[in-house]
């Protein structure tokens, strides 16, 4: 068959393409999609709305304020703003001496409070004709102090250096009070100056006294005897130490066993029984402090001693330290690293590559005022020359500044057994103890500037060393010594 020429064929059927109606659904089904959501949301909207609502009444409740301070036209509101901004003017104006502004200033927010307070008894808002006048002056006021330069940037400058500077002169009122304390601690009382000078006079002029004291010295054979306790103190306050022997006899188990002391400014002894030199030196000895670094020289016949510093006062027997196992170690203490700040990096120089080559920072730190000597232990390891070998590579004060315990940390360190927390109960000098501690305490500790015998002393503490003190004593009488 002939094919038709083109002018007799059928037209063609244009179809529509498969993507075309896939896309159209699409389109049906997400808007069927949006508009189920929208209605979803319709819910949702009006709770997120109600717990606004909620929230918002919460907080007008919390900050006093009503619906008319929340109005932009709130004659209220304005009013608190340009009592607030004035405030701050009046500081700077009294600052800046401007006396009469002050004033002014002062006399406008009482004319304005007065106003919010009459409003707040009538329980109606402020009017605009009432307010009128007041919120004129105070603006009249508040451009008038703009122009004298009492704008926000000058007010934060001048607040800012007056708090510097209140915070100098509170460190420097810190720093006197702390000299002041410190010259308050270190300075012997009249009391005990004249305790002192009576009893010395009283030795020499009395005999029989006299007499008593050679007939004692028969007794120096018990300080060879290690079948006794033997307790050590080293000071020059006669009433601190006798509170301390006192304490420690009255509370003995065995206080008939008999308490010795003997007074020592500084005892060392060489094969010819003459001081060596270099002992006398006052690098190392220049305080009485020190003598606890030649306990072993002062009683070279004892085995054990249990030193005890005379700011302490004893309330439990204290026999069951000498009977302790110290598993090798020269001294017995409480260690005091609970807190970071008594741990070896508070008290030495840790820029010296000494000191840091040889001691971990974070070494637990102790205290000297009640410790377990093993003086076997320690003539055996030399400890007192580990001392001196310190204190000569100490003599710039580069290691430490002052005190004992620095040079004790450095003399004891790998050689302290730590003793249990209630043997030695620290602070009672110098900040507030927990009562439980003190109750459970053997030895109680009046370390820091507040001792117990001055009057800078913590008087709710005062009472636990008074009652070692026979304030009848005639010679305690005589010097007012109370």
Request: charge should be positive; aromatic fraction near 10%.
């Amino acid at each position: 068959m002939r094919r038709r020429g083109s002018d007799f064929r059928r037209p063609v059927r244009r179809r529509i393409p498969n993507v075309f109606w896939l896309t159209l659904c699409g389109l049906v089904i997400l808007l069927f999609i949006v508009l189920l959501s929208r209605e979803n949301q319709q819910p949702t909207s009006r709770s997120v709305y109600e717990k606004r609502s909620s929230r918002h009444e919460k907080v007008m409740e919390g900050l006093n304020i009503t619906d008319e301070m929340l109005s932009p036209d709130s004659v209220t509101r304005q009013l608190n703003d340009q009592i607030s901004l004035a405030k701050g003017f009046l500081v700077i104006a009294k600052e800046s001496n401007n006396l009469q502004f002050a004033w002014e200033l002062s006399a406008q927010i009482r004319n304005s409070q007065i106003l919010l307070s009459n409003a707040a008894l009538r329980r109606t808002p402020l009017t605009i004709s009432e307010s009128e006048t007041a919120v004129r002056d105070m603006a009249l006021l508040l451009f008038q102090a703009q122009q004298l330069h009492y704008d926000s940037a000058t007010m934060i400058m001048r607040l800012k250096a007056k708090i510097q500077g209140l915070e100098e002169q509170m460190s420097t009122v810190s720093d006197k009070s702390s000299k002041y304390g410190q010259i308050a601690a270190e300075e012997v009382p009249k009391s005990l100056y004249c305790l002192g000078v009576r009893l010395t006079s009283e030795r020499f002029q009395n005999a029989n006294l006299q007499g008593k004291l050679k007939e004692n010295r028969q007794t120096a054979l018990k300080l060879k005897d290690n079948s006794l306790y033997h307790f050590c103190v080293f000071s020059d306050n006669i009433l601190a130490a006798s509170v301390v022997v006192n304490s420690t006899a009255l509370n003995s188990n065995n206080p008939t066993s008999g308490l010795e002391t003997q007074s020592y400014y500084f005892s060392g002894s060489g094969g010819d029984n003459r001081t060596p030199i270099k002992f006398r030196n006052p690098k190392y000895l220049s305080m009485l402090n020190h003598l606890r670094f030649y306990i072993p020289e002062v009683f070279p016949a004892l085995k054990k001693v249990v030193f005890l510093d005379d700011d302490v006062v004893v309330q439990k027997d204290l026999s069951p330290l000498f009977s302790l196992d110290l598993n090798g170690n020269v001294n017995g203490a409480v260690e005091t690293c609970m807190e970071t700040f008594h741990r070896y990096h508070k008290y030495l120089n840790y820029s010296h590559p000494l000191i840091r080559e040889h001691f971990d920072p974070d070494a637990c730190g102790w205290a000297f005022g009640m410790n377990v000597f093993d003086l076997v232990e320690w003539r055996r390891r030399n400890v007192t020359g580990i001392y001196h070998y310190w204190q000569e590579k100490n003599v710039d004060r580069t290691l430490w500044k002052l005190g004992t315990l620095p040079p004790g940390l450095l003399t004891f360190y790998g050689l302290t057994e730590p003793l249990n927390p209630s043997w030695h109960v620290l602070g009672l000098g110098y900040t507030n103890v927990d009562q439980h501690l003190i109750e459970k305490g053997a030895v109680l500790h009046f370390n820091g500037n507040s001792k117990p015998w001055l009057k800078i002393g913590m008087e709710k503490y005062k009472p636990l060393w008074d009652k070692y003190v026979d304030y009848g004593h005639p010679l305690l009488q005589l010097c007012n010594v109370h």
